[in-house]
């Protein structure tokens, strides 16, 4: 009831024009479709079907280097509460596998949602029946049993977890990749056990793989037949959860805006219903709460000694030196033929300098909608409009087609990116 | 074969019907503006499929989505030189110096013709073989996906052009370019120069649009002073006789079994596909230096084999709930939001859902030609319209579309760049297409070696002792000698 009534509140403060006032942009480090995608789309659309934030929520994929360039955006943002970024644990295993510099402590958490665990599953047919069975192997067979992960990924830092608790055991980590590669390992026998969120599991279990352990205290409800792997006597917790991150310095009170909006929206039904679909207990935490988790997190994660895994060979180095040499050849021969058939530039054509003219516009254009000078409406008028008259060489029956061209660039392609995909353009 | 009949009797009711054109023409049209793709167009309309009470109604629209969506790339790719899609890179080669020849019609007609028995190809599998196939991929492990793609990569050598030196100095440097970021296979940053924003790499699209249509537009630029060409631009062509049709029946089978494959394969997509089939079809040519040069055969491998991929893909995910690609992954995680649960037991416990993907990714094959057949007709103007016009439009198309992608300048700068790139070497008559090759896939061959190499304990060996693994590595070498063996015994012109 109090914190209900804490969200009307603030609720009715956001309606008197103050945070926010304007589009919030939710940065998703991962591509659309993925797992981290469809939840926070989920989240979006509770948000603004029931009205909790007076402004439209954002949703911003940027994927890539193990979510490491989306949560990178965020940590340098402005601290204004309208950039905001939602990250499971990776934002922690990423600092400890050395894909960043940084970890939670750069940013200010608003939120935790969401409660999925981990589950250790091997192949169906496999001999080992329970966790301790094939702990016990892979001490006896030290560097033997191939683990396929996610390198540097939390599943990694799981089986890490695994063998601190059992001296002496050693798994042989091998790159996988996601979900589905890891099943694919297990059904082919290329790894002998392997990690997936329960959510994984139960889609995957038919498919011929058999869990030997559930990362959690008590059992799942879900799948209450999994032993857990405190009952196993191997104490390792993995649940995986949602945060949700501000850029470091943002005023705590929009941090509570956006802290009661989501805790609204998790006590939609909707939003419970979507939860259960995917296994996942519809928890919500905040404040004290929220920091013991991520605490206890940290301190799992950096307890865990990443082993170097195989050398690899230095690919890069290779074929640099191979490019080189090849390189060297080209040079040579395409100097022989030039010299026979040298076409010189005329530099003082009309195209030419055309030519340079639009490369220079081009760059322009770019630079001003990375600096943000002009929006991109304004912007994009202006060069299809400037790229049209240089190459009409002017003419003045051009001027009033290439307008509308121009408009219809600049209006059509901004409403089509943003309005019907919600993408952000510069 | 009788819930398949029902299943396609269901889906020829109005409101289904309506769906699935709806979702075929969005796809069309999503797949032809580089920047939007399938993924992006079925993530955000997998929201809006909660409200139909119907999970089948659902994976109607969205599977006509994914069938649209990887057609809709040869339209831009054939007419602009713009990859709509990476998958469409291949036919980039061959549809658009057959586009500025006067052919702009034929060269989509055969496209979209390549499409469609693609498409077929392979739903043939997907209705028949699903299982047995499925269970067969697993079989593969690393070090087998390495010999593939590196047998792919040895491809490179037998799509160059005239000079095999420069050929394999392009594909060197596409795999050079393909270095930096995050290491594929231990996930640790290389090669950045301190630029964080390299970790990523540099992006598949951007490095396209770069190479293929920012070069394109300079050229276009210098050759603007050119009187109003000569050729004429029509449709004309573009429906097959007979005739085409027997002299490419065999290039479209096997390029779709290509595609076919490889879209079974996880991990591995329909780029990559198109790349093996242009690659196979230049190999067994008789007249393999058209290729490049506005080849017939180079459409339809590249097309018959994209769109083969698809229902590839699907064979996986139908059978054992595995999904073959990213636009599989939503389409599993819409069954999943709809209650069901993908696997082999979706079979069983929910046979109308399997029997309407089926049926919809064969009907919505038929939709997708006649769309594109129907609008041929009306895109071919394009070639007409004045470059002064086209030009800025294109270009404006290039940076909205590296940038949407992954929502950053920096993918901007990178197009920028790699048109220089693309314009210089094109300029000194080094071939685009082994570049692309390389950089494609050299990631892929590298994550798969080191998964094998970390799981062998550092053994090399396995390359040679798993029989697929080394069945491939056999075939890289013949790959290899051939056009060598060819070139030595073909007097020189």
Same mark, same amino acid.
């Given at each position: 009831? #109090?914190?209900?009534?804490?969200?009307?509140?603030?609720?009715?403060?956001?309606?008197?024009?103050?945070?926010?006032?304007?589009?919030?942009?939710?940065?998703?480090?991962?591509?659309?479709?993925?797992?981290?995608?469809?939840?926070?789309?989920?989240?979006?659309?509770?948000?603004?079907?029931?009205? #909790?934030?007076?402004?439209?929520?954002?949703?911003?994929?940027?994927?890539?280097?193990?979510?490491?360039?989306?949560?990178?955006?965020?940590?340098?943002?402005?601290?204004?509460?309208?950039?905001?970024?939602?990250?499971?644990?990776?934002?922690?295993?990423?600092?400890?596998?050395?894909?960043?510099?940084?970890?939670?402590?750069?940013?200010?958490?608003?939120?935790?949602?969401?409660?999925?665990?981990?589950?250790?599953?091997?192949?169906?047919?496999?001999?080992?029946?329970?966790?301790?069975?094939?702990?016990?192997?892979?001490?006896?067979?030290?560097?033997?049993?191939?683990?396929?992960?996610?390198?540097?990924?939390?599943?990694?830092?799981?089986?890490?977890?695994?063998?601190?608790?059992?001296?002496?055991?050693?798994?042989? =980590?091998?790159?996988?990749?996601?979900?589905?590669?890891?099943?694919?390992?297990?059904?082919?026998?290329?790894?002998?056990?392997?990690?997936?969120?329960?959510?994984?599991?139960?889609?995957?279990?038919?498919?011929?793989?058999?869990?030997?352990?559930?990362?959690?205290?008590?059992?799942?409800?879900?799948?209450?037949?999994?032993?857990?792997?405190?009952?196993?006597?191997?104490?390792?917790?993995?649940?995986?959860?949602?945060?949700?991150?501000?850029?470091?310095?943002?005023?705590?009170?929009?941090?509570?805006? =956006?802290?009661?909006?989501?805790?609204?929206?998790?006590?939609?039904?909707?939003?419970?219903?979507?939860?259960?679909?995917?296994?996942?207990?519809?928890?919500?935490?905040?404040?004290?709460?929220?920091?013991?988790?991520?605490?206890?997190?940290?301190?799992?994660?950096?307890?865990?000694?990443?082993?170097?895994?195989?050398?690899?060979?230095?690919?890069?180095?290779?074929?640099?030196?191979?490019?080189?040499?090849?390189?060297?050849?080209?040079?040579?021969?395409?100097?022989?033929?030039?010299?026979?058939?040298?076409?010189?530039?005329?530099?003082?054509?009309?195209?030419?300098?055309?030519?340079?003219?639009?490369?220079?516009?081009?760059?322009?254009?770019?630079?001003?909608?990375?600096?943000?000078?002009?929006?991109?409406?304004?912007?994009?008028?202006?060069?299809?409009?400037?790229?049209?008259?240089?190459?009409?060489?002017?003419?003045?029956?051009?001027?009033?087609?290439?307008?509308?061209?121009?408009?219809?660039?600049?209006?059509?392609?901004?409403?089509?990116?943003?309005?019907?995909?919600?993408?952000?353009?510069? | 074969?009788?819930?398949?009949?029902?299943?396609?009797?269901?889906?020829?009711?109005?409101?289904?019907?309506?769906?699935?054109?709806?979702?075929?023409?969005?796809?069309?049209?999503?797949?032809?503006?580089?920047?939007?793709? @399938?993924?992006?167009?079925?993530?955000?309309?997998?929201?809006?499929?909660?409200?139909?009470?119907?999970?089948?109604?659902?994976?109607?629209?969205?599977?006509?989505?994914?069938?649209?969506?990887?057609?809709?790339?040869?339209?831009?790719?054939?007419?602009?030189?713009?990859?709509?899609?990476?998958?469409?890179?291949?036919?980039?080669?061959?549809?658009?110096?057959?586009?500025?020849?006067?052919?702009?019609?034929?060269?989509?007609?055969?496209?979209?013709?390549?499409?469609?028995?693609?498409?077929?190809?392979?739903?043939?599998?997907?209705?028949?073989?699903?299982?047995?196939?499925?269970?067969?991929?697993?079989?593969?492990?690393?070090?087998?996906?390495?010999?593939?793609?590196?047998? /792919?990569?040895?491809?490179?050598?037998?799509?160059?052009?005239?000079?095999?030196?420069?050929?394999?100095?392009?594909?060197?440097?596409?795999?050079?370019?393909?270095?930096?970021?995050?290491?594929?296979?231990?996930?640790?940053?290389?090669?950045?120069?301190?630029?964080?924003?390299?970790?990523?790499?540099?992006?598949?699209?951007?490095?396209?649009?770069?190479?293929?249509?920012?070069?394109?537009?300079?050229?276009?630029?210098?050759?603007?002073?050119?009187?109003?060409?000569?050729?004429?631009?029509?449709?004309?062509?573009?429906?097959?006789?007979?005739?085409?049709?027997?002299?490419?029946?065999?290039?479209?089978?096997?390029?779709?079994?290509?595609?076919?494959?490889?879209?079974?394969?996880?991990?591995?997509?329909?780029?990559?596909?198109?790349?093996?089939?242009?690659?196979?079809?230049?190999?067994?040519?008789?007249?393999?230096?058209?290729?490049?040069?506005?080849?017939?055969?180079?459409?339809?491998?590249?097309?018959?084999?994209?769109?083969?991929?698809?229902?590839?893909?699907?064979?996986?995910?139908?059978?054992?709930?595995?999904?073959?690609?990213?636009?599989?992954?939503?389409?599993?995680?819409?069954?999943?939001?709809?209650?069901?649960?993908?696997?082999?037991?979706?079979?069983?416990?929910?046979?109308?859902?399997?029997?309407?993907?089926?049926?919809?990714?064969?009907?919505?094959?038929? /939709?997708?030609?006649?769309?594109?057949?129907?609008?041929?007709?009306?895109?071919?103007?394009?070639?007409?319209?004045?470059?002064?016009?086209?030009?800025?439009?294109?270009?404006?198309?290039?940076?909205?579309?590296?940038?949407?992608?992954?929502?950053?300048?920096?993918?901007?700068?990178?197009?920028?760049?790699?048109?220089?790139?693309?314009?210089?070497?094109?300029?000194?008559?080094?071939?685009?297409?082994?570049?692309?090759?390389?950089?494609?896939?050299?990631?892929?061959?590298?994550?798969?070696?080191?998964?094998?190499?970390?799981?062998?304990? @550092?053994?090399?060996?396995?390359?040679?002792?798993?029989?697929?693994?080394?069945?491939?590595?056999?075939?890289?070498?013949?790959?290899?000698?051939?056009?060598?063996?060819?070139?030595?015994?073909?007097?020189?012109?």
């Amino acid at each position: 009831m #109090l914190l209900l009534s804490i969200g009307v509140v603030s609720l009715a403060a956001t309606a008197r024009g103050e945070y926010p006032d304007r589009p919030i942009q939710l940065i998703v480090p991962f591509g659309p479709g993925g797992g981290t995608d469809t939840y926070a789309r989920a989240l979006k659309q509770a948000i603004e079907d029931h009205e #909790l934030l007076p402004q439209p929520l954002v949703i911003v994929n940027v994927p890539g280097a193990g979510a490491t360039i989306g949560s990178r955006r965020v940590k340098n943002a402005e601290p204004d509460g309208y950039t905001l970024l939602l990250l499971h644990e990776a934002i922690v295993t990423a600092k400890y596998s050395g894909q960043a510099d940084y970890g939670s402590e750069a940013f200010e958490p608003i939120a935790g949602t969401g409660r999925i665990g981990l589950v250790i599953a091997v192949a169906e047919k496999s001999r080992y029946r329970s966790l301790p069975e094939l702990l016990d192997d892979a001490k006896e067979r030290p560097d033997r049993l191939v683990f396929a992960a996610n390198i540097g990924a939390p599943v990694h830092f799981v089986g890490g977890m695994l063998e601190k608790h059992w001296p002496g055991a050693r798994f042989r =980590f091998t790159q996988s990749g996601g979900g589905e590669k890891r099943l694919h390992d297990l059904l082919g026998r290329h790894a002998a056990v392997s990690a997936f969120s329960l959510e994984e599991y139960l889609r995957y279990e038919s498919a011929g793989i058999r869990a030997i352990a559930y990362c959690d205290e008590v059992r799942s409800p879900d799948a209450p037949e999994i032993p857990t792997t405190f009952e196993q006597g191997i104490p390792v917790q993995h649940i995986n959860m949602q945060f949700w991150w501000a850029p470091k310095g943002t005023p705590q009170d929009r941090i509570d805006v =956006f802290a009661n909006a989501l805790q609204r929206a998790m006590q939609n039904e909707d939003v419970i219903e979507r939860m259960k679909s995917i296994h996942c207990e519809p928890v919500f935490i905040r404040g004290e709460a929220m920091q013991k988790e991520i605490a206890a997190r940290q301190a799992a994660v950096s307890a865990v000694e990443l082993r170097e895994t195989q050398e690899l060979p230095n690919v890069p180095l290779y074929v640099g030196i191979v490019t080189g040499l090849l390189g060297a050849v080209v040079c040579v021969q395409t100097l022989r033929e030039s010299t026979s058939s040298a076409r010189r530039i005329d530099w003082s054509a009309y195209c030419v300098r055309a030519a340079i003219a639009v490369i220079g516009v081009t760059i322009l254009y770019a630079a001003l909608l990375s600096a943000g000078i002009a929006g991109f409406t304004v912007a994009t008028f202006c060069y299809v409009m400037q790229i049209g008259v240089i190459l009409t060489r002017r003419q003045a029956k051009h001027l009033l087609p290439l307008a509308i061209v121009a408009l219809a660039m600049s209006l059509g392609l901004s409403s089509v990116f943003t309005k019907f995909f919600s993408l952000v353009l510069p | 074969m009788t819930d398949l009949a029902a299943a396609f009797e269901r889906l020829l009711m109005p409101w289904p019907f309506c769906l699935m054109l709806i979702g075929v023409v969005l796809g069309v049209m999503v797949g032809a503006v580089p920047g939007l793709t @399938g993924a992006m167009l079925i993530a955000l309309t997998l929201p809006l499929t909660y409200t139909m009470s119907d999970p089948a109604d659902a994976m109607i629209l969205l599977v006509s989505m994914y069938v649209g969506s990887i057609s809709g790339g040869l339209i831009s790719a054939t007419l602009l030189r713009m990859p709509g899609t990476p998958a469409s890179i291949m036919t980039t080669l061959d549809g658009h110096p057959m586009a500025v020849n006067g052919q702009p019609g034929r060269a989509l007609g055969l496209g979209v013709a390549a499409s469609f028995v693609g498409g077929l190809i392979s739903w043939i599998f997907l209705v028949l073989l699903s299982k047995p196939i499925a269970d067969l991929s697993t079989h593969l492990g690393a070090f087998d996906f390495f010999s593939l793609t590196f047998m /792919a990569l040895m491809l490179i050598a037998s799509v160059t052009g005239n000079s095999l030196s420069r050929g394999v100095f392009s594909g060197l440097l596409g795999v050079l370019a393909s270095q930096p970021g995050v290491h594929p296979a231990t996930g640790d940053p290389r090669m950045t120069l301190g630029f964080r924003e390299l970790d990523a790499g540099f992006q598949l699209l951007p490095v396209l649009i770069g190479l293929f249509a920012v070069s394109q537009l300079v050229r276009e630029v210098l050759r603007i002073d050119e009187q109003a060409e000569t050729t004429q631009y029509d449709s004309s062509g573009m429906w097959l006789g007979a005739k085409d049709w027997v002299t490419h029946a065999f290039n479209l089978v096997r390029s779709s079994l290509i595609g076919v494959w490889v879209g079974i394969l996880p991990g591995v997509g329909a780029n990559i596909g198109s790349i093996m089939a242009y690659s196979a079809a230049k190999g067994m040519s008789k007249t393999p230096e058209k290729f490049g040069h506005g080849s017939e055969e180079g459409i339809i491998a590249s097309e018959a084999a994209n769109n083969a991929t698809v229902g590839g893909a699907l064979i996986p995910l139908v059978a054992l709930g595995i999904p073959g690609s990213v636009i599989d992954a939503i389409l599993l995680g819409a069954l999943v939001l709809h209650g069901l649960t993908p696997g082999p037991l979706l079979f069983r416990d929910n046979p109308e859902v399997v029997y309407t993907i089926m049926a919809t990714a064969f009907v919505a094959n038929f /939709a997708m030609a006649v769309f594109m057949l129907v609008s041929i007709r009306y895109l071919t103007k394009l070639m007409t319209a004045p470059r002064a016009y086209l030009v800025p439009v294109i270009s404006v198309c290039c940076v909205v579309g590296s940038y949407a992608q992954n929502n950053r300048m920096f993918d901007v700068w990178v197009m920028l760049a790699f048109g220089a790139v693309g314009f210089t070497m094109e300029s000194i008559k080094i071939p685009l297409a082994p570049f692309v090759i390389g950089f494609i896939l050299a990631p892929i061959a590298e994550e798969n070696l080191g998964a094998g190499l970390q799981a062998s304990g @550092g053994s090399y060996l396995p390359i040679l002792t798993s029989p697929i693994s080394l069945f491939f590595c056999l075939l890289a070498a013949g790959l290899l000698i051939w056009p060598i063996f060819r070139r030595i015994r073909s007097p020189r012109r």
